[in-house]
């Protein structure tokens, strides 16, 4: 919990604090008089006055503003009318509001290109394993399948697929285009639009029931005082039948076991050669569904021939590195703005929407991941941040980017009136925004 919160108050706070000297620095270079730089919301617990400017520190942080003088916001000095922000021409005005957003985008290049540098791990776009009864297997999928296209569109790698899918899932049918194991050529049909299915996809973070990875029947953990350990199982084991009833892959031992709660079974397996059976009596517990499932207390291990295969890392120059990172971005940017698109036409679930938790959540995992993959949520929070700042809708940049764009064209500002109608929208839809926002993270973390 304590690198968690750490993780994710650090992704903040330098976040928020670029942003934000993005919009002061093109301010200062405006002409443009900054009051006061503040790094999360609320009464300041640290301050410190340079110059025109007081810098400050406040306890809520989601979030940070810059206060320039502006006689909208009360009365302004004659002295420094000159230096008012709404004094300024439409295009000092645009430039200054635009500079936070851009600011997060170009960092998005950076921290992508500075952890390209360390290594690139290419997952390519191949169905290692193929859950039963899920969407994917439904959809006819089948283990070694290699993706070709979604919709018509190439993918590159594994992440490429999934969003493409996801994207897609709610518009209608979704044809993947595949080469299969045997070498021939097929296509895929994902047809679930609008049922519980495609619904409960965004509970479970984007999974339709298929994974690059490939399992076998062998044991690669057992959990201490469990009745696997218990029967004298370990790991290495090679799983081949449950009551007489042979496994021919791991998910059919899941199936089996899961539904003999408290049931006496008799499970063969292969050790150093020789075949030996154990008695195992399954443990009962309460799955998130609220049903009563059997657990013994194994995982898989992975297949390490096709982890090699499906995995291809590389260590690129500086400059390519950096190009990457370019592209990566130009990428999450178009599929975060689809992505909103998709929303407003109700072709994406609000269930795929997150908050500050479910951020927090991800900034803890990647740190224990390491280094790099932290760098890389730091990339795409700061990618999202800018597109979402971007966009018009009156409170955030991109809606003042609108206003000050319509009123340079007509020669005038738009009347009061709109554009107090403008901010309660505005205000509006950010509220119910993050409204839904909280309801997901505290759902999810609910189970």
């Known amino acids: 919990m304590l690198l968690t919160l750490l993780a994710f108050i650090t992704a903040i706070v330098i976040l928020v604090s670029l942003h934000e000297l993005g919009h002061y620095l093109v301010a200062r270079w405006c002409g443009v008089k900054v009051v006061r730089f503040s790094v999360g919301f609320g009464k300041p617990f640290w301050k410190k006055k340079r110059g025109d400017t007081e810098w400050c520190l406040a306890p809520i942080p989601l979030g940070g503003y810059v206060k320039m003088v502006d006689t909208r916001e009360g009365n302004v000095a004659e002295a ?89 899932l709610n518009g209608g049918k979704v044809d993947v285009a595949v080469q299969t194991e045997e070498g021939g050529e097929a296509v895929r049909v994902i047809d679930v639009a609008g049922t519980p299915a495609a619904a409960a996809v965004a509970k479970h973070n984007g999974y ?21 350990a218990h029967a004298g199982l370990k790991a290495g084991d090679t799983l081949l039948a449950i009551d007489g009833e042979g496994v021919a892959q791991w998910h059919d031992l899941v199936a089996k076991i899961s539904g003999s709660a408290g049931q006496k079974l008799e499970i063969t397996y292969e050790r150093d050669g020789q075949q030996h059976t154990v008695a195992v009596r399954p443990e009962s517990r309460v799955a998130a569904d609220g049903r009563i499932v059997g657990i013994i207390g194994v995982i898989p291990m992975a297949d390490p021939e096709w982890a090699r295969q499906v995995r291809h890392r590389y260590v690129p120059g500086i400059g390519e ?127």
């Open 321 to 447: 590195a950096f190009s990457l990172g370019a592209e990566k971005t130009a990428h999450y940017s178009w599929v975060t703005l689809r992505f909103f698109g998709k929303l407003v036409t109700g072709e994406a679930s609000l269930r795929y929407v997150s908050g500050p938790v479910a951020i927090a959540d991800v900034a803890g995992r990647t740190l224990r991941d390491g280094i790099q993959s932290y760098i890389e949520f730091l990339a795409f929070v700061s990618l999202s941040l800018g597109i979402m700042n971007l966009l018009p809708v009156p409170v955030l940049d991109g809606g003042h980017l609108l206003y000050y764009s319509i009123e340079w064209l007509r020669g005038r500002p738009l009347s009061e009136r709109v554009q107090e109608l403008g901010m309660r929208l505005g205000v509006f839809i950010m509220l119910t925004f993050m409204l839904v926002a909280f309801f997901n993270d505290i759902t999810r973390l609910l189970g």
């Open 208 to 228: 339709i029931g298929m994974s690059p990875g490939k399992i076998t029947r062998r044991i690669g953990d057992v959990a201490p005082d469990s009745p696997a």
């Open 80 to 168: 420094d009318l000159p230096y008012a922000f709404d004094k300024q021409h439409p295009a000092k005005r645009i430039a200054i509001v635009a500079a936070g957003p851009l600011t997060n985008l170009v960092l998005a290049v950076l921290l992508y290109g500075a952890s390209f540098s360390f290594g690139v791990t290419e997952i390519r776009p191949w169905v290692g394993t193929v859950e039963p009864a899920s969407i994917a297997s439904q959809a006819g999928f089948k283990s070694g399948d290699r993706i070709q296209s979604v919709n018509g569109a190439a993918v590159k790698d594994w992440g490429d697929a999934q969003t493409a899918i996801i994207l897609q």
